[in-house]
Each structure stands twice: as C-alpha cells, then as structure tokens.
C-alpha cells in the first residue's frame, strides 16, 4: 500500500513560523515537500494566542503584528507550492525497508517521505486554567487565557494573573488601552524579560507580588471584582474589575512521538549540530529540538530550518555536493521580482 502513496523528499511535521520558513527553505533547495498541521490553520500558536502581540526580536523588522509576521510567513512558504495538510496528527511511524518513513495520522492517512523535519514547537498547547470552583462560569466572557483583539479592552479594569513573559507583554501592551491594568504574580520575582519588567514597573500598571487570586466575584458571566491573597500572610485586597485574563503556562503533550525511539531531553528531542535526531533520516527544530547552547527564539528556529534541510537532503544523497544557496542570487526567484 505505501508503494501507491506519493513519495515527498521532506515532510515537515508542523506549521508554525519554523515549520514555515523550513518548508520555504526546502523549496529553494528543489526538495518535494509537505507540512503537516495538526490545527486548521497554518501559523501555530501566534495566530491563535498572540495575533495582535507586537514582535520584535527577529532580525530586519523592528516590529509586526503576530498576525501579520504569520500572514507573511505562509505567503513566504507557499513560494515553492509544497503539499499543505491539515487538522492531521501524526500518531505512528514506521521505517520501511528502503529507508523511507511512513507516517499515519489520527484518522488513518498515510503519508510517504525520504526524511521527516519535527517543527511541532512543544506539541499541543492546552492552557493551564485557573484553579478555582468559579472560574468556568467566567470563562469566554470576562475571564479568558488568551487575547485575540488588544481593543476590546479599551476602558476596562484588567487583571492579568501569571509573571512570565507573555503576562508582562500583555500588560505593557494593554496599559496604554485599558482603564486600568493589574498584575497579579505568586512569586516576589518576575521570570519576564528584564527590560519589559522594568517598563511595567515604571508605568502606571498596578503590581501585586507575591499574591494570588482566590476569589472571582460577579455574576451573569461578568466578573465584578476580584479577591487577592498576598502569598505567606493574611493580607486580602478585593480589587474592580472588569477582566481577568490567565497566563499561567500550558500544558504541553507531544503524544506519540515521545515512542519513536529518539533520545529525549526534558520533554524535547536531543539533536545535534546538524539538527539531527538519534534515528538517521528524521530532524527537528524549534522548540522541540534541545542542544548545547539552545536559544528559544522565533530567529534561532529559523536558523535551525535551513540547516535540518540542508542535512536531510545529504541525508537524500549523501554522495552529491551541497552548494551554498541565497535568496538573493536564486534565479527562480529574481525572475519573480
């Protein structure tokens, strides 16, 4: 039966902005390529949590939307036309005797390809919910765990619970937009970004730390205050508002990939310097990939992408001279321009 599928050089499992620019960059080096998603949308996690997050640590752009950087990065990747799947999780995997790999998703689709490049950031995200007996009457109406549009909030008393970097953007981001912006954190320290620390604490937004909410009040859906407790005393502030919204972390399941036999590491796969898995012919990058001296950045990923797709293709033809490739000087590209 895998003899009748369609045999793809690379198939990149994962369409987030990683998975995006690696499919873009497998294209230019003239390799038959597929993404698979599991969501049904391209873009990963910054479309769904982060569309209107304001980005600025990828080289050459100062700053951009988190829902125009994924527009542009799927127009980018769609540049080659590569095969596009979605709302498809790869469950198995097998090695055929030829060295080719075959996948199968949750609905029993079957995919044939040479090499396999993990993009799947940390695998699905399913927000940490808040802990109390009262918080789903709130949920999707004034309590929420992500923010789609930053105006929605104009004029209104916002809490922000959590003391990442995620909670501290947002609220940098709010402040100049809502009424109010509080921030509760459990811990006396902040575990952000120094910077965007050190801009909320000089603005007007208000911070509680170390505290923790325990108490939603309201009624029909809205909440109407919120009760705080200062962590390792008896201190109890009752505060207006009009939103909460939760950060606290997510809960992170890679499924089956976790028994494919790679070498784990703290819940990501151990690569090496070519981005290389312990199983000859399958790659990650991104998030899931961990090596010495990792950086989790969008820009690092990037970097990741070209290299897994330059070793997949020696991995393809081991014998074959890999020249230097650029956008720049690419000539199906410039006839483009």
């Known amino acids: 039966m895998s003899r009748e599928l369609e045999l793809y050089d690379v198939t990149i499992i994962g369409g987030g902005p990683v998975g995006l620019f690696t499919a873009f960059y497998s294209g230019m080096r003239e390799m038959k390529t597929k993404i698979i998603e599991f969501l049904p949308f391209l873009g990963g996690k910054v479309p769904y949590f982060y569309p209107e997050k304001i980005i600025r640590d990828v080289g050459g752009i100062p700053h951009i939307s988190g829902e125009e950087f994924t527009e542009n990065l799927i127009e980018q990747a769609m540049t080659f036309d590569p095969t596009v799947v979605l709302e498809q999780q790869i469950t198995k995997m097998k090695r055929l005797d030829d060295g080719t790999f075959l996948l199968t998703s949750h609905n029993g689709t079957n995919h044939l390809t040479k090499t396999v490049i993990l993009a799947t950031g940390y695998g699905t995200l399913q927000s940490v919910k808040l802990d109390l007996p009262e918080a ?10 992500h923010i789609n549009k930053l105006n929605s909030y104009a004029g209104k008393h916002v809490l922000i619970s959590g003391g990442g970097n995620s909670a501290i953007d ?28 050190t801009k909320m604490k000089n603005s007007s937004v208000r911070v509680f730390s170390p505290f923790e909410m325990i108490e939603l009040k309201g009624s029909n859906g809205q909440i109407s205050s919120v009760v705080i407790k200062e962590v390792g005393s008896n201190k109890l502030e009752e505060i207006t508002i009009d939103s909460v919204i939760v950060n606290h972390g997510f809960i992170i399941d890679l499924g089956s990939i976790t028994e494919w036999g790679m070498v784990m590491n703290n819940g990501t796969i151990q690569v090496n310097h070519t981005m290389a898995t312990s199983i000859p012919g399958i790659f990650a990058v991104g998030d899931i990939a961990n090596y010495e001296g990792k950086l989790n950045l969008i820009a690092g990923g990037f970097n990741e992408g070209p290299i897994a797709v330059n070793h997949a293709k020696l991995h393809i033809a081991p014998k074959e001279e890999l020249k230097p490739i650029y956008s720049t000087n690419y000539e199906p590209l410039m006839k483009n321009n």
């Open 170 to 197: 947002w609220a940098n981001e709010l402040e100049p937009i809502a009424e109010t912006v509080s921030v509760v954190y459990r811990k006396p320290d902040f575990s952000g970004i120094e910077s965007n620390i």
């Open 136 to 145: 789903n009457h709130f949920e999707g109406t004034s309590l929420h765990y």
